[in-house]
């Protein structure tokens, strides 16, 4: 249908990530992987699902201007045939369609400059990292 279906993921910049990685799971109790606190939930159709809580050290340009402290990520359904909305709709594309064992990614930047990540994901490639359930 090419729409947004979820969210995906919030990161953040952080001066000490692997401090923030251990404080979230000592004083919050969320189990962290290599990327910050994975949550795994099922999806409507029973199928699982994952978001990613992201710990990204505060010197990335990942999230584009260096002002820009949070980026959100979105679940797509269809990310090809959304990235043709997004160009009908003079949507500024940050970069080209990049594909990984767990998903299809694109940047895009919404009307005030704020980079958006969009994810098409492969959940189940996420079955065996270590999670935060979400009830």
């Known amino acids: 249908m090419a729409k947004v279906i979820g969210v995906g993921g919030i990161f953040f910049k952080f001066t000490d990530p692997k401090k923030m990685k251990e404080w979230y799971s000592e004083v919050l ?29 505060e010197t990335t340009n990942y999230f ?15 990310l090809e045939a959304l990235l043709l909305k997004l160009k009908a709709n003079d949507v500024t594309i940050v970069n080209e369609i990049e594909s990984y064992d767990y998903g299809k990614f694109l940047h895009i930047e919404d009307p005030e400059g704020n980079r958006i990540e969009l994810w098409e994901p492969v959940d189940q490639v996420f079955s065996s990292e270590p999670f935060t359930p979400m009830n």
């Not at 994975?38 to 992201?54: A, V, Y």
């Not at 584009?64 to 269809?78: L, Y």
């Open 64 to 78: 584009g201007t260096e002002s820009q402290k949070a980026m959100i990520n979105f679940r797509v359904d269809d």
């Open 29 to 57: 109790g969320m189990t962290s992987n290599d990327y910050g606190v994975l949550f795994r939930f099922n999806l409507p159709d029973s199928k699982p699902g994952s978001m990613q809580l992201g710990t990204f050290d």
